[in-house]
């Protein structure tokens, strides 16, 4: 029979040091990942007020195109009144249009669908949709008005609506 050349209780201290370690390194793991949770839900609440534009539809009506709006504010304050300059870019991308859209006030929490003719012709001669500016922000009981950074974009059309 072998004898070993470590003792019985520095055994055991050694074993206690390792499984401490592997705690340890497991428990920071957890609160690594218990603070990426935290900061990934922070960030979620600050994009979550937003004032979000979609992009809703696009038809063809009159010999006109007319795109539907879903406009969102999850802003903690009312918009008096949001205003955007959209350039429309043809399938090469080509600029062949230009409007200037009035959403008009959108209350807290509120959402809202609008329309607008926004070139002569068929929809599909239109490949996206540029936000070129915000002519009109005006949020309430705030000195922040530029509305830019605030807003959230996509589209369900075929139409890309792009910043």
Do not use: H
Request: proline residues 3%; hydrophobic residues 45%.
């Amino acid at each position: 029979m072998k004898r070993s050349l470590v003792s019985a209780p520095v055994r055991a201290v050694a074993l206690a040091l390792m499984l401490s370690s592997q705690f340890a390194a497991a428990a920071n793991a957890q609160s690594a990942s218990q603070a990426a949770s935290q900061a990934a839900s922070q960030t979620a609440s600050k994009t979550s007020e937003a004032i979000s534009v979609q992009l809703n539809d696009a038809e063809t009506v009159d010999g006109s195109c007319r795109l539907t709006f879903v406009i969102r504010n999850t802003l903690p304050t009312p918009v008096n009144a949001l205003g955007l300059d959209l350039v429309m870019f043809d399938t090469s991308d080509g600029v062949s249009g230009y409007a200037a859209i009035d959403f008009g006030d959108l209350p807290a929490g509120k959402t809202r669908v609008r329309q607008y003719d926004v070139a002569k012709g068929d929809c599909t001669g239109i490949s996206r949709v540029l936000v070129n500016e915000v002519r009109a922000c005006d949020l309430q009981d705030t000195a922040q008005q530029d509305c830019l950074p605030l807003l959230r974009i996509d589209s369900r059309s075929e139409i890309d609506l792009i910043l």
